[in-house]
């Protein structure tokens, strides 16, 4: 499975940007699609995540300013990032595991806020 992001640049603090992550295969059947983020020094930590039942979880630093969805057509995911703030700086990573709990990444798309 292949895993093409895209999306990220560079935004001021309060703009919005989105994300997008294309699968190489059906986004249908998984255990969980989602975003993860990793600074410079800093553990790769979740952003969003829907898992197969379809409910989505977001960071707390998140909740209320990033929005996760799926076209299930385009096997796609996207994240909407609004009020951006310069601590949301980071590489973004698409994630998918399948249903036998293989986990796959996609390149990293780099997200730059300016304060």
């Known amino acids: 499975v292949q895993l093409q992001a895209s999306g990220g640049g560079l935004v001021q603090a309060g703009g919005s940007l989105r994300l997008s992550c294309t699968a190489s295969r059906s986004i249908v059947s998984i255990n969980v699609i989602g975003w993860f983020r990793q600074a410079p020094g800093k553990q790769r930590e979740l952003v969003a995540r829907i898992t197969s039942s379809g409910s989505t979880n977001y960071a707390d630093s998140v909740k209320g300013r990033f929005t996760i969805s799926r076209d299930i057509i385009k096997n796609t995911m996207y994240l909407q990032m609004n009020s951006l703030k310069p601590e949301d700086t980071s590489i973004y990573y698409c994630?998918?595991?399948?249903?036998?709990?293989?986990?796959?990444w996609g390149q990293g798309t780099l997200v730059t806020v300016s304060s």
């Open positions: 994630h998918l595991q399948s249903p036998n709990q293989v986990d796959y």
